[in-house]
């Protein structure tokens, strides 16, 4: 585990590995990719969870049934538990690269959709939900950067909004560079997560600096306006079109919750449950969601009216045409389109609040829009 921790990192300050024969597969494409990300250590922790997962260990290395408590002061010691010592399990290059190979071609892009904060927190939701990265769309180099940037908050211009929606200015310096989330801070701004955390955990955190703290103070739910997203999931969107609008539902989703909301996720297929976005792990959901129904985007609207919110609707260019959208003023609703590459389509406003993104829309052109959206400001571009 060390030594996977080791090569999932930088590699200019990896010290000697506990086993040099694992040295062979520093080249390996899965951890050069996964060095890439330059996590901290608590967020690989879930990559080596998904390496070493298959390994048979022996009987005897298992935990006991006792409480983890009982088992914690050998654990801490480095000795085994629940058994006889004997000779310690060894996971050697043959194996380790066998499990590489076998990682699913999209299991990295699943944890960047989590996020590092999110496995730090719980490095056992990617093994939880590791059988969904087989269900991801294509995802290209420009679309991971874009969302890797959303957990963390590292795009200006969705932090600006993000205080702008709960109703505060932004702060100068700090609002256009930094992100909302630190691994300093006091005791007050600690997230709320790792307040109930049992004292050793809570210790060893803070020890590996992987306690998070907001950088802005916890705002009220209820300073947000509440919100619903409604996306086409149908055969239509499948491609190119479905990672243009996937990509800015995850924009606006990580920077609501940042803003303390909590928005609800609907799908244009009104057989699919509506889904309240409360957790990192549920993105997967926003993710893989599909239906091969036609999209009655009327129906969808209607059920998320219903609910109070103010709603986003996300579908393919022609399907809004072809359904033609209510064309007088709704207040309560704003329409997010794109198009099919190389379809030569001069957008054509299907209502009043109309947004529409080119089939390759840049990081800069959909950072931007999720923060018209987050603040409200969504006439027709």
Not at 302 to 320: D, F, I, P, Y
């Amino acid at each position: 585990m060390a030594d996977l921790l080791a090569m999932t990192g930088d590699p200019s300050s990896r010290g000697m590995l506990n086993d040099s024969g694992l040295a062979e597969l520093d080249g390996h494409p899965f951890l050069r990719r996964a060095a890439g990300l330059k996590w901290p250590p608590a967020a690989r922790a879930a990559v080596v969870g998904l390496i070493t997962a298959q390994f048979e260990h022996p009987e005897r290395f298992a935990l006991p049934a006792a409480h983890l408590d009982a088992a914690a002061p050998a654990l801490r010691a480095g000795r085994a538990v629940g058994g006889d010592p004997g000779r310690k399990p060894r996971m050697g290059s043959a194996e380790v690269r066998a499990a590489l190979d076998a990682m699913p071609e999209r299991i990295l892009d699943l944890l960047i959709i989590l996020g590092p904060e999110a496995l730090s927190a719980d490095p056992a939701m990617a093994l939880r939900l590791s059988s969904l990265s087989d269900r991801l769309p294509e995802l290209p180099p420009e679309a991971l950067t874009v969302l890797g940037g959303a957990a963390a908050g590292a795009n200006p211009a969705t932090n600006r909004a993000v205080l702008a929606v709960a109703g505060r200015p932004a702060a100068g310096d700090v609002a256009r560079t930094d992100p909302l989330l630190d691994r300093h801070g006091p005791p007050h701004r600690l997230i709320h997560s790792h307040l109930g955390l049992p004292g050793p955990v809570h210790q060893a955190l803070a020890v590996t600096e992987g306690l998070l703290y907001r950088r802005i103070p916890g705002i009220p739910p209820s300073e947000c306006e509440p919100t619903a997203l409604v996306l086409d999931v149908s055969p239509a969107t499948y491609g190119p079109v479905e990672v243009v609008l996937r990509s800015l539902v995850h924009l606006v989703v990580n920077a609501l919750w940042k803003a303390g909301a909590e928005p609800l996720f609907l799908t244009a297929d009104p057989s699919l449950p509506a889904v309240v976005l409360t957790r990192p792990g549920q993105l997967a959901h926003v993710w893989t969601a599909r239906s091969l129904a036609p999209p009655d985007l009327h129906a969808a609207t209607a059920e998320a009216h219903a609910t109070g919110r103010s709603v986003v609707l996300l579908t393919h260019l022609q399907t809004a045409l072809a359904q033609r959208l209510p064309g007088t003023a709704e207040p309560h609703l704003t329409v997010v389109t794109t198009q099919t590459p190389g379809m030569p389509v001069t957008p054509v406003p299907t209502h009043p609040r109309h947004h529409h993104l080119g089939a390759l829309p840049t990081a800069d052109e959909l950072v931007a829009l999720a923060a018209v959206l987050l603040t409200g400001d969504r006439g027709t571009t």
